[in-house]
């Protein structure tokens, strides 16, 4: 029962964090280890994120099903190939290559070495410092009409960078998307756009894993396939709940408030190591 009850306080967390650029997977790593659950592990985390993105299927069924649409006929119909739609189809399929690659290639140093907290209070400090920087200076006078092949595998090499927990995968594509001067919506809408492949396809790669309950690195709390899917079910709902007024504000609203919590939380991350109230 209490891996249940940890299961339904992790997803309330997955489905509030996932779509903000604070790292979800930090907040996963962090308030486990201070409640003395012990780190859910990287597996768990990936999983569980699938129901967060499938709230974001959801969301954006129409977008989804229109850019798909439109790429599937641009590969037989050429005048399908200078649509918006159809371009987005592959800036997404390019964006989405930095890490795929870097994800499988870096599988064991992922899961081991990167669920450090001093590294992921350090990620969370500077990563948030980048994007307050990239808010204030960003041109904001270009929309998601004028992205072309290269923003799209820029962006795509920032979203790379959320396979260290801390980072946020929407913190980075939002921080590079501002740095090339799209608004906030562009920018944001992107993002949205561009996790779903990753988000699912990790998830999916990691399922394998939670059938090993009995084989937890040290200090990992083994969580067996119940709790991994009420954690996920409870991420989707939360996530479905939350994902209109998030998208909303973070398409609209200046980034500070999530670049000082970020670097409170960091801060306080070095703290808690400092006294030994987490473990690393």
Do not use: C
Request: hydrophobic share 55%.
């Amino acid at each position: 029962m209490a891996d249940f009850l940890q299961a339904v306080f992790l997803g309330i967390l997955q489905g509030l964090t996932e779509f903000l650029p604070i790292s979800s997977s930090a907040h996963l790593r962090i308030f486990p280890e201070l409640f003395g659950w012990g780190d859910p592990g990287a597996a768990f985390t990936a999983v569980i994120q699938i129901g967060t993105e499938l709230a974001v299927l959801l969301y954006f069924r129409k977008d989804i099903w229109r850019i798909a649409r439109a790429w599937v006929l641009s590969l037989f119909k050429p005048e399908y190939r200078g649509a918006l739609d159809a371009r987005m189809g592959w800036y997404i399929i390019v964006g989405s290559l930095p890490i795929v690659i870097l994800g499988v290639l870096f599988k064991d140093v992922i899961e081991r070495d990167f669920r450090n907290l001093w590294l992921i209070g350090t990620t969370l400090v500077v990563m948030g410092i980048v994007l307050g920087v990239a808010d204030r200076v960003g041109r904001t006078d270009r929309a998601i009409k004028q992205m072309t092949l290269r923003d799209a595998a820029l962006m795509g090499g920032a979203q790379a960078l959320a396979l260290v927990p801390g980072v946020s995968r929407s913190g980075a594509t939002l921080s590079m998307g501002r740095f090339l001067g799209y608004d906030r919506e562009a920018a944001t809408r992107f993002a949205f756009l561009l996790a779903i492949p990753a988000v699912v396809g990790a998830g999916v790669f990691e399922l394998k894993e939670i059938a090993n309950v009995g084989e937890a690195h040290a200090g990992e709390a083994a969580y067996g396939w119940g709790p991994t899917i009420t954690a996920t079910i409870v991420s989707f709902l939360v996530g479905y709940a939350a994902i209109a007024w998030l998208l909303k504000y973070v398409s609209t609203r200046s980034y500070t408030p999530f670049v000082v919590y970020r670097v409170l939380l960091g801060l306080g991350v070095f703290v808690l190591l400092g006294v030994g109230a987490l473990n690393a």
